[in-house]
């Protein structure tokens, strides 16, 4: 399993691309996206299967601070073997739903992109439809 985290503080974006037409923040940050879910990392590479593309991706939009779900992981994830992204991509937002019990939802907007099945009461897209769902044009 490879989890990441990014922040993109769009507003800080904007003003560091002054000059620039104002909707290339966006499609800077679409881009980014893109290629976090697609391009393996460097240390990957060395392994077995170093270009897989990600199984699950979480957006969310919000002005709170950011926050990290890499807790969820501090107990190993255990199966049987056949379901291990699943039941990782179980585990991470269930404790997404723990976090946000106890200090209020995350963010303002979500989206999630997965090829995994997902626990009752979330709604899964395409990659571009997360993006779209959490980024204003």
């Known amino acids: 399993m490879f989890y990441t985290y990014v922040v993109v503080d769009m507003n800080q974006l904007r003003n560091n691309l002054v000059g620039h037409p104002s909707e290339l923040a966006v499609t800077l940050t679409r881009n980014l996206v893109k290629v976090m879910a697609t391009v393996s990392p460097g240390a990957k590479k060395g392994s077995t299967a170093p270009y897989s593309y990600a199984e699950f991706v979480l957006l969310e939009r919000g002005n709170q601070q950011p926050r990290t779900l890499a807790n969820a992981f501090l107990e190993a994830v255990r199966t049987d073997g056949a379901q291990l992204t699943s039941a ?5 937002l269930e404790h997404r739903q723990q976090l946000d019990a106890m200090y209020g939802a995350g963010g303002d907007r979500s989206g ?3 090829i995994h099945a997902v626990p009752e009461g979330f709604e899964t897209m395409s990659l ?3 993006v779209e769902s959490i980024i204003d044009a």
């Open 112 to 114: 999630i992109a997965t």
């Open 128 to 130: 571009s439809e997360a």
């Open 88 to 92: 990782s991509v179980s585990r991470l």
